[in-house]
């Protein structure tokens, strides 16, 4: 039930992204990097909810397994607040006229923030050998989808070389995520895992948009709504059991 009480405040920040992509479509940047900001807090703030709760939890009852998804939470809230800081430094690229080293930052924390819950889902996962097949598959796909991205983009060595551990990490994130959902079916592990997904997704989007020849208008605030809505979904599994 306590995730009912988080829908008032989810709509909250669902407004502020929708006022942050029309700020940043009006060329409106500065204004887009507060709204930005303040969207992401949104997510960052339920998060640590949801850890502060979870470690309750392991305060009350001091079971091993409490414990441990008391740690696996902590360290998602860590990663959403590095998405909050990727989200302020991609579009601090905008408000200055070279941006590619802010931008490089952003990247880096979203990477930060995708091995923080690669590390919350290995926490909580108790088949090894299907820690190892998760590993193995998310290996793979990265693998064949960076192939398929390179063929399609043009962009400097810095960003490829950026790009194939971002993408590596995220694909292999998502791909753990689902191993522990097939092993160990949980509401909260379903939400993180369609969270993952549409994260996975939005970057693909966002890479396209970036450093493709054939970008759409659609793709922009396809990146970013998909985007909010999977850190949305991934703070929100901390309330599901």
């Given amino acids: 039930m306590q995730i009912v009480f988080l829908l008032p405040v989810a709509f909250f920040g669902f407004i502020l992204q929708a006022a942050f992509i029309m700020s940043e479509k009006m060329e409106q940047y500065k204004k887009a990097v507060v709204l930005k900001g303040l969207a992401s807090l949104v997510f960052v703030g339920i998060g640590i909810l949801g850890a502060l709760l979870a470690n309750s939890v392991v305060a009350i009852g001091a079971l091993n397994a409490a414990h441990t998804n008391g740690i696996a939470a902590m ?3 860590i990663g959403l607040f590095f998405g909050l800081v990727g989200d302020v430094c991609l579009n601090l690229r905008l408000v200055f006229q070279n941006g590619k080293k802010v931008f490089l930052a952003g990247i880096a924390a979203f990477l930060i923030g995708h091995l923080l819950y690669l590390a919350a889902i290995i926490l909580q996962m108790d088949n090894l050998y299907a820690l190892l097949i998760g590993v193995g598959a998310g290996i793979a796909c990265a693998a064949g989808l960076l192939v398929w991205i390179f063929k399609n983009i043009t962009a400097e060595k810095v960003f490829k070389i950026f790009g194939i551990f971002y993408v590596g990490a995220v694909v292999v994130m998502t791909a753990v995520a689902a191993a522990k959902l097939i092993t160990d079916f949980s509401y909260g592990a379903l939400l993180f895992f369609i969270g993952a997904v549409l994260f996975t997704a939005s970057d693909v ?19 970013l709504s998909l985007y909010y809505l999977g850190q949305m979904l991934i703070a929100a599994s901390l309330f599901v059991a």
């Fill in 75 to 77: 360290l998602i809230a």
């Fill in 205 to 223: 989007v966002l890479i396209f948009n970036m450093f493709s020849e054939h970008k759409k208008a659609w793709m922009r605030p396809t990146n």
